[in-house]
C-alpha cells in the first residue's frame, strides 16, 4: 500500500460529527487548506470536503448553507446529484469527472474505474435521481426511494474504500459494509486498483440475493459463484478479482463495473435488447475470460 493511500485511509476514518481536533499531525490543518500536495498528485491541488473534519472546521460550507441553502439537509444545491457534480463533472473542484466518467491526468483525461453516468456511449448506468420513479432492485427490496450518489457514497468519510457507506440506509435497510478495502496505486492519475476485501457486501447491501448460490429472499435461482477462488482450470484473464486472504476471489467487480459500461450487445451474442447491465465486456465475454481453457 502506497503512502498516498494509507493518508487517505486515515483522512478518512476520523468520524463525522464527533468534531474532535484530528489526531494526526500531517494532517492537522483546519478547513480548506490542508490538502495541497496530500490527495492531488496532478496539475491543481484540491481540497477534500469528505472528512478530517476539526472543531474549527470550515468545510461544512463546501456543501451546506445554514440559512441559504437550495435544497433539503440544508444542502448548497438543489438535490444531492447536483452538489456532488458542483465538484465532479468538468473539474471544478476534483480531479473526479465521475458524469464524464474521466480522471484529470494533465491533458490527457484518463477513464474513470467505475464509469461515467449519462456520459456520451454509455449503455447501461446504476440510474441517478432521474424520473423521480423508483427502480426496482433486481434481487432486493422492492424500492420506495430513487438512488443518488449518497446512497452508496457517505460525503462526510468513510473508512471503506472510495467512501463507501459503512452502513447502507437507502430504501429503509441497514446493511453493514464493514471492510471494503482496494489498494490504489498511481493515484489520480491512470489509477490502477487491487480490490482486496469486502466489495460483495457493498452490492450485496441492496441486491442481497445475487451473492447467494440458490434462491435467496426475493426470488429463486441459480447464481454464478461468487468469493471462491479460480482454480488451476480457470483463466484469470484481464478481469479483476479480489485479493485478500485468499487471494483470486470472484466478486461482483470482477464482471460488473459500479457507475456504468459503454459496451453494448451484438445480435450474435443472443443479449440484444437486453440491458448491457454495467458489464466489463460485451456479451458473454467474460466467460471466456475465465472458462477459455475448459472447452
Ligand atoms: C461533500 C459534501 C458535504 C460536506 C463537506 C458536509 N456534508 Fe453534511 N451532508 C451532505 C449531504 C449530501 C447530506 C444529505 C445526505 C442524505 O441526503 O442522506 C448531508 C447531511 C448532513 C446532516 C443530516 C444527517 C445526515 O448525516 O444525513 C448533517 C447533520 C450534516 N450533513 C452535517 C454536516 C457537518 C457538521 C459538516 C461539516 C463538519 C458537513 N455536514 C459537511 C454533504 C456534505
Ligand atoms: C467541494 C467540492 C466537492 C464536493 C461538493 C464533493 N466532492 Fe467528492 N471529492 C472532492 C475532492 C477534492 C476529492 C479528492 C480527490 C480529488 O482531489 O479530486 C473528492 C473525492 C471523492 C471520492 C473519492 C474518494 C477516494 O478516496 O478515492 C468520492 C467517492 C467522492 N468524492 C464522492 C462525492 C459525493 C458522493 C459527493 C456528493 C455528495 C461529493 N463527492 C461532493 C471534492 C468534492
Ligand atoms: C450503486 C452504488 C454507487 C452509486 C449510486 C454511486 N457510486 Fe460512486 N462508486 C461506487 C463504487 C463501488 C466505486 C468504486 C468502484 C471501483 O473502484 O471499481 C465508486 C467510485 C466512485 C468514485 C471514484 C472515481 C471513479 O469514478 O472510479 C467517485 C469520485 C464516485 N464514485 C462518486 C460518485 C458520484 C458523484 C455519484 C453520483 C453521481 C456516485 N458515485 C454514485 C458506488 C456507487
Ligand atoms: C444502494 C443500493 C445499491 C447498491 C449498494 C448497489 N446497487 Fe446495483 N442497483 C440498485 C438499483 C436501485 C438498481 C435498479 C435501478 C438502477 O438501474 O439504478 C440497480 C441495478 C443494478 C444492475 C442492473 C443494471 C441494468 O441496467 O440492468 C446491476 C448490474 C447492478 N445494480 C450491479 C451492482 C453492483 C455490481 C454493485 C456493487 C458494486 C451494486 N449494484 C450496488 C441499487 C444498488
Ligand atoms: C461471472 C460474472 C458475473 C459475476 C461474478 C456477477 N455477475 Fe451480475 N451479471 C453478469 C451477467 C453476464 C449479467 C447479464 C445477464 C445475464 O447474463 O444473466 C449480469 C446481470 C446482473 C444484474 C441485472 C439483472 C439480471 O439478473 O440480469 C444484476 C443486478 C447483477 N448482475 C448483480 C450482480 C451482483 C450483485 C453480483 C455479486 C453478488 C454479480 N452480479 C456478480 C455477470 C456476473
Ligand atoms: C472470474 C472468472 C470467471 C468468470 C468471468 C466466469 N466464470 Fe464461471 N466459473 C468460474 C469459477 C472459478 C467457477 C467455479 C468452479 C468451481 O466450482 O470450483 C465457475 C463455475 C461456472 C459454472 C459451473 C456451474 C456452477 O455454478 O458451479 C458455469 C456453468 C459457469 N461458471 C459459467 C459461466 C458463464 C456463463 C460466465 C459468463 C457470464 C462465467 N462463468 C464467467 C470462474 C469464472
Not at 495541497?36 to 474549527?56: I, K, M, Q, R, V
Not at 433486481?138 to 473508512?159: D, E, I, K, Q, R
Not at 451473492?211 to 468469493?227: I, T
Request: hydrophobic share 30%; proline share 4%; net charge neutral.
Amino acid at each position: 500500500m502506497g503512502k498516498i493511500v494509507c493518508a487517505v485511509a486515515i483522512a478518512l476514518s476520523i468520524p463525522l460529527l464527533s468534531l474532535l481536533p484530528i489526531q494526526f499531525a500531517s494532517l492537522n490543518v483546519p478547513g480548506w487548506s490542508f490538502s495541497a500536495g496530500l490527495f492531488a498528485t496532478s496539475a491543481e491541488a484540491w481540497s477534500n470536503p469528505h472528512g478530517s473534519y476539526d472543531a474549527t472546521t470550515g468545510l461544512c460550507a463546501a456543501c451546506h448553507r445554514a440559512h441559504s441553502a437550495s435544497g433539503p439537509a440544508i444542502m448548497a444545491a438543489s438535490n444531492v446529484r447536483n452538489l456532488c457534480d458542483s465538484c465532479h463533472q468538468g473539474y471544478q473542484g476534483s480531479d473526479y469527472d465521475v458524469e464524464g466518467g474521466t480522471i484529470r491526468n494533465g491533458g490527457a483525461n484518463s477513464p474513470s474505474i467505475s464509469g461515467g453516468f449519462s456520459a456520451a456511449g454509455v449503455t447501461s448506468e446504476h440510474l441517478i435521481d432521474t424520473s423521480g420513479n423508483p427502480l426496482r432492485v433486481p434481487g432486493g427490496a422492492s424500492s420506495s426511494t430513487t438512488l443518488t450518489c449518497v446512497s452508496c457514497h457517505n460525503p462526510h468519510g468513510s473508512s471503506n474504500y472510495r467512501l463507501f457507506r459503512q452502513t447502507v440506509t437507502w430504501n429503509g435497510l441497514n446493511a453493514s459494509v464493514p471492510n471494503f478495502t482496494a489498494t490504489l496505486s498511481n493515484r489520480l492519475a491512470t489509477e490502477t486498483v487491487v480490490y482486496q476485501t469486502g466489495s460483495i457486501d457493498a452490492c450485496d447491501a441492496c441486491h442481497s440475493d445475487y451473492s447467494q448460490r440458490v434462491g435467496g429472499s426475493y426470488s429463486a435461482g441459480f447464481r454464478h459463484k461468487v468469493g471462491v477462488t479460480i482454480s488451476a482450470s480457470n483463466t484469470p484473464g484481464s478481469l479483476p478479482l479480489e485479493q485478500q486472504s485468499p487471494a483470486n476471489r470472484i466478486v461482483c467487480l470482477t464482471c460488473h463495473n459500479a457507475h456504468s459500461t459503454k459496451v453494448t450487445n451484438t445480435a450474435n451474442g443472443g443479449r440484444q435488447g437486453f440491458s448491457t447491465a454495467l458489464k466489463r465486456y460485451t456479451d458473454s465475454g467474460m466467460c471466456s475470460g475465465c472458462h477459455f481453457n475448459q472447452w
